[in-house]
């Protein structure tokens, strides 16, 4: 978006970049030839599109929201006449007075746009959704709606987004003008196959509430698209790996501080502060080995342990009543309990137990370091330092844990399925757990040596 000094010769001869479908130029004192000259206004713009419209737009902040209006076109406003609108539209809004407050789009008042739906749909609907869900509603289709940050640094302020938000690009038209073809061009802009298929879902969404609420009466424009396959890698482990794996974290060894004796000067006071680090290190590996400890032996998901609280827990029953899980559906009723209760093996009392003495006066079991009120929000270091240990593959993440549990608990180990499924919250779908089957394949390897002897190689 260019800026520079609008003059009515300006006006006349501007045109759109033939790769865009509109361009933006603001005034600016700056002109063409490099002069500097006064007059120029703030938030006055002139916009032209692929077809050849102008018009004279003001960009202003109203009620902590960015709203921009067009003014008129050039054949009925000057440049001089333009700048003076602004400046009395700006001197109502320093007075607290919206400036549009008394205007009535007739055409606008009986037709139902994108930024109307988007709105409401966030209003009615994803505002009461968790806070990564509003943020993927914000970046992919209505960035308008996220609240102005509270906070005063200014970190993230500067980073610039490789692709426009849908009400961005069509929120001023017509909901039952947009066609599958308008979708399509929205989707192109992303070339991640998972950024691609994130924007579908929230989009057609948003488009199936409008016309569950009968808000507007149409076909979904993204019913003729289909999501993108996805190919992701798969983690397979060897039995060697998983014991590897719990080795390191049912008995962890930590390597010991050196001690400072014989040392004086520099030479103390580095190795003070090394000393220092590696017991920061040791007490954060301590906190991940009962972290995967936990996740290992309940075959919990990484969330529903982050939130877990001590009063969840009834370490003389050796019960855990999980909370914040995705609940078992096994009727049609309208209620579903507020948690529900599992039994957990001794060793997990153990490390609640050890988590409790670090973290005497908080609530959660695994609290934030910088906030106790808040869950711990990841592992990332002593995560990358676990993976480097002897056996432990590169692609171990933590969910991988519960993958390995259910995939040992499913091979020959004389527990039924259902009651696998039941443990781990698939809401009674076997099927989900049976997917956790196929990551294991060492187990199977006897039924090839039993196919090899039958067929005599």
Known sequence: MPKLYLTDTFVRSARCPADKYQELFWDHPKGLDGQVRQGATNGLGLRVTAQGAKAFVHVYRFDGKRRRVALGAPGTLNVGSA????????????AGEDPDAAKVDY???HTTLVSDIAERYWRDHISKKSAKYQNQYWRYICAAARPTPTHNNRRGRNKRCAYADFGSMYGQRSVTAIKPTDVANFLDQFEAAGSWNTAYRHLKAMFNWAIRMQIIDMRNPCDPIRQKTVLRQRRDYTPAQIKAIARHIFAPVFDAPPPLDGLTGDAKREQALANGRLTQQNAQMEELCHFMGILFLTMAR????????FAHFD?????????HTKGIKLSRAVYEYAYRSVPIHPKVAELVRRQRSRWPNAALVFPSHADPTQPRDNFRKPLARFKQLDGVPEH???YDLKRIAISLMLVGQGVRREDVSHYVDHKGNLETTMIYDLGFVDPMRPVTDKLGQ???V
């Not at 700048?83 to 320093?94: C, D, G, K, P, W």
């Not at 990484?302 to 609280?309: C, F, I, K, V």
């Not at 370490?315 to 909370?323: A, Y």
């Open 454 to 456: 039958l067929l005599g």
């Open 315 to 323: 370490l003389d029953q050796l019960i855990w009543h999980k909370h």
């Open 302 to 309: 990484p969330n529903e342990l982050r939130h877990a609280e």
């Open 107 to 109: 055409h606008q008042k």
């Open 83 to 94: 700048r003076l609108l602004v400046q009395q539209r700006e001197n109502q809004i320093r």
């Open 396 to 398: 171990f993440q933590l």
